[in-house]
Nanobody
Framework: QVQLVESGGGLVQAGGSLRLSCAAS????????GNWYRQAPGKQRELVAS???????NYADSVKGRFTISRDNAKNTVYLQMNNLKPDDTAVYYC??????????????WGQGTQVTVSS
């Protein structure tokens, strides 16, 4: 069974940094597109960053220049490096990935979420 396991969240002061990890486990071939979403209390879930299999990236305007998404294909892991964190970045962060589970079959999965809290 395929799972996305996130780690790296926590409590940090404004201006600090955190690195989130999203590791795919189970029988897979590869992660195609990896994405990070976040959802703050009372707000809709929003796309923060995405990375294609070829390494092309896309960011929400609110995080450009502060967050960096990357991947390690050998480890089937997607990362989100978050620098210069702000209180507005406080949210539950979710990994969402399109995964090749067998030849010609791609499925999408969500991680369980990891809490990021930025204090002022």
């Amino acid at each position: 069974q395929v799972q996305l396991v996130e780690s790296g969240g926590g409590l940090v002061q404004a201006g600090g940094s955190l690195r989130l990890s999203c590791a795919a486990s189970g029988s897979i071939i590869s992660i195609n597109t990896g994405n990070w979403y976040r959802q703050a209390p009372g707000k809709q879930r929003e796309l923060v960053a995405s990375i294609t299999k070829g390494g092309s990236t896309n960011y929400a305007d609110s995080v450009k220049g502060r967050f960096t998404i990357s991947r390690d294909n050998a480890k089937n892991t997607v990362y989100l490096q978050m620098n210069n964190l702000k209180p507005d970045d406080t949210a539950v962060y979710y990994c969402y990935a399109q995964i090749s589970v067998t030849l010609g079959v791609t499925r999408s999965y969500w991680g369980q979420g990891t809490q990021v809290t930025v204090s002022s």
